[in-house]
C-alpha cells in the first residue's frame, strides 16, 4: 500500500464487475484510474445476501497491482481472517455489529500484518467507536444498509461522516464511504470528510473490459465532484 494520506481515492466494488471475468475487470478498472479494488464478502447470515469468499480474493489477487480492499459482511469474523490474509488482502474490514469482541477482531487483523478497518451500519452512532479509535486505520462508513448493491444513498450518514472526522483529529485513519456514491453523493461525503469512495454501478455501469473508457470517465467524474467539493469547502 502506499503511505497514508488523506487525497481522494476511488475503489471500485467488484459487486457490480462481470462475476465470469473478475480477473480482468480488476485490471480494467485499475488501468482506468482506481485507486483501490473493493471486494464484498458476503455470508448470507449477518447480511440477507451471499457473495463471495476467500477463495475468489486469491483467484483475483495477481489481477490486482495497488490495493485489494476486503470488506467482511460475515458473522462471527475471527476465524476466517487468517483465509483472507492468506488471499492476499491489504485491508480487512469487519462490522462493529458483527460480534460481541471487535476489539479483539481489530486486534487479530493487525497482528496478521494486514490494515484493520471497522465498518458502521447506518443505525450504529461514531460516538460507538470514541474507544476504538487508536486501534483501526480506517473506518467505513456504510451509507446503505449492507448486503446488496445499486442502493439509494442514505443523506442522514453525512453528518456521521463529519462527526467521526472531528473525533480522529490527526489519526492516520481512513473514512471509507460505501453505498450509493456516484457524483452527485461523492461531493457530500468528501466535503465531510471522508477519503475512499467506493462505487459499484456508479464505475461499471456504461463500460467493459472490451470498452474500458467507460469506466475511465464514471471513476473521473466522481473524483472530479469529490475534490472540487473539497476544495471548495
Not at 475503489?11 to 483501490?36: K, M, R, Y
Not at 485489494?68 to 492476499?88: E, K, R, W
Request: aromatic share 6%; hydrophobic share 45%.
Amino acid at each position: 500500500m502506499t503511505p497514508f494520506n488523506r487525497s481522494i481515492k476511488i475503489a471500485p466494488s467488484i459487486l457490480a464487475a462481470d462475476f465470469a471475468n473478475f480477473g480482468a475487470e480488476c485490471a480494467a478498472v485499475e488501468a482506468q484510474g482506481a485507486d483501490w479494488v473493493h471486494v464484498d464478502v458476503m455470508d448470507g447470515h449477518f447480511v440477507p445476501n451471499i457473495s463471495f469468499g476467500a477463495t475468489t480474493c486469491a483467484a483475483i489477487r495477481p489481477h490486482i497491482k495497488g490495493t485489494m480492499d476486503v470488506h467482511l459482511m460475515i458473522s462471527p469474523v475471527d476465524a476466517y481472517i487468517a483465509n483472507f490474509v492468506d488471499a492476499g488482502a491489504d485491508i480487512l474490514t469487519a462490522h462493529l455489529e458483527a460480534g460481541p469482541h471487535i476489539h479483539r477482531t481489530l486486534q487479530a487483523i493487525r497482528a496478521h500484518g494486514v490494515k484493520a478497518g471497522v465498518a458502521l451500519n447506518p443505525a450504529t452512532p461514531a460516538e460507538a467507536l470514541t474507544h476504538l479509535l487508536d486501534d483501526i486505520d480506517l473506518i467505513c462508513v456504510m451509507t446503505v444498509n449492507p448486503g446488496f448493491g445499486g442502493q439509494s444513498f442514505i443523506a442522514s450518514q453525512v453528518e456521521k461522516v463529519r462527526t467521526l472526522r472531528r473525533m480522529l483529529g490527526d489519526r492516520p485513519v481512513h473514512i471509507e464511504i460505501d453505498g450509493g456514491v456516484d457524483p452527485t453523493t461523492a461531493p457530500l461525503v468528501a466535503a465531510a470528510g471522508a477519503d475512499v469512495l467506493v462505487a459499484g454501478s456508479a464505475v461499471f455501469r456504461g463500460g467493459s473490459v472490451s470498452e474500458p473508457d467507460g469506466y475511465g470517465r464514471n471513476i473521473a467524474r466522481i473524483r472530479a465532484a469529490a475534490e472540487a467539493a473539497r476544495e471548495a469547502g
